[in-house]
């Protein structure tokens, strides 16, 4: 069987649905290209002298690993000068980053967590990149794009992916017509069609979520689990597993790959912040691409994709997976 490499599939694409436009598929490819870059660096681990922590935080309050800026700074000098973007935002910076005047200016915004899970990095566990894509609104080639530009309910994504630095570097995309996975041919360079039209396999049993939180959990939560736990002889009348990488790109990988649900709640640790993890970094992507491979993502109240964001970096409870035991959380969250 002849391989398919991610040029050929997008440009397959491209003629065959119509819903990926010249820019767009250029974008995809240079994002694909710096992660490409990001995989290599990762690959050298001490012997590139990549591993450990800067002395500063990144505007989430997180001390930056080198990595993380490394990456961060891939991505933007792949994507300056390619006339896609209007603007980016990265998990890393404070302020939105947009394109210089030297450059043109295209019709997207891109959003992207550099490395997600950068604790893992120096035990050479999984991480990886994450993004979303979204329209630039009417006009921005003539005036600069503003905060509020990106503030877009995920729903309006056109694009989301991520590329997971494991095993094997895998690439997965979604432009609202399926989820598909590509695999890193590290000896050709090059990425191959390898999992086409991904869909998040039903029945299997197994959740992903950090217990050591869970005094601090929602009664709904506590009692969801507690049921969990509980069994084959518990109100679920079956037996769950757990899994929990630190690295929620990882965790969905896995979901996509073999099922089950992710779970980063709300909880009373800091009870004014909706959650740990980023609705635009991490909620919107990873919640498009589990609605695209017949999954379901709910921040607790709604839909993950039909939140309306009110700022660039703001957290939200995340709950998402396999539709079947989404269904069964969100009834336990029903007030
Ligand atoms: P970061 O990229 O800042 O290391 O955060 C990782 C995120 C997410 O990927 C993961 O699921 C979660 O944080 C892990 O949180 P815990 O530290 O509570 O395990």
Redesign the pocket.
């Known amino acids: 069987m002849s391989r398919v490499s991610l040029t050929r599939f997008l440009i397959e694409q491209q003629r065959e649905c119509g819903n990926l436009p010249p820019q767009l598929r250029l974008l995809i490819e240079v994002i694909a290209r710096a992660c490409k870059a990001i995989s290599y660096t990762i690959n050298k681990g001490e012997l590139g002298g990549v591993l450990g922590s800067l002395e500063q935080e990144n505007v ?1 309050g ?1 001390v930056q690993k080198k990595l993380d800026v490394l990456a961060n700074d891939y991505l933007i000098e792949a994507n300056e000068w390619g006339a896609t973007l209007a603007a980016l935002a990265s998990e890393e910076m404070e302020a939105i980053h947009p394109i210089p005047h030297r450059y043109p200016r295209g019709e997207y915004l891109l959003v992207y ?1 550099p ?5 893992n990095i120096d035990v050479n566990l999984s991480v990886g990149t994450i993004f979303s894509i979204m329209a630039a609104p009417e006009g921005s080639a003539q005036r600069d794009v503003t905060e509020e530009d990106f503030l877009q309910p995920g729903r309006k994504q056109v694009a989301a992916g991520y590329a997971l630095y494991g095993p094997q570097t895998t690439l997965v995309l979604t432009f609202g017509s399926g989820v598909h996975g590509f695999t890193l041919d590290r000896e050709v360079g090059s990425w191959v069609l390898t999992h086409r039209d991904m869909k998040i396999p039903a029945g299997n049993r197994e959740f992903a979520i ?1 217990a050591s ?1 869970e005094r601090h959990w929602s009664p709904e939560v506590r009692r969801y689990i507690a049921d969990c736990l509980a069994g084959k002889d518990g109100p679920r009348g079956a037996n769950f597993n757990m899994r ?1 990488t ?4 990882a ?1 969905i990988h896995r979901i996509l790959t073999r099922g089950g649900v992710f779970l ?1 709640p709300w909880d009373k640790r800091e009870p004014n912040r909706p959650g ?2 980023r609705l635009m970094y ?1 909620g919107n992507p990873l919640g498009m691409i589990v609605e695209q491979a017949g999954g379901k993502a709910f921040d607790g109240h709604e839909l993950m994709l039909d939140v309306q964001p009110t700022t660039l970096h703001q957290r939200v409870a995340v709950m998402m997976g396999c539709a079947q035991e989404m269904d069964q959380i969100m009834k336990y969250m029903k007030p």
């Open positions: 989430q997180e967590d490395l997600d899970g950068s604790s950090n939180n929990w630190g690295s929620m790109v965790d980063y740990k993890l991490e």
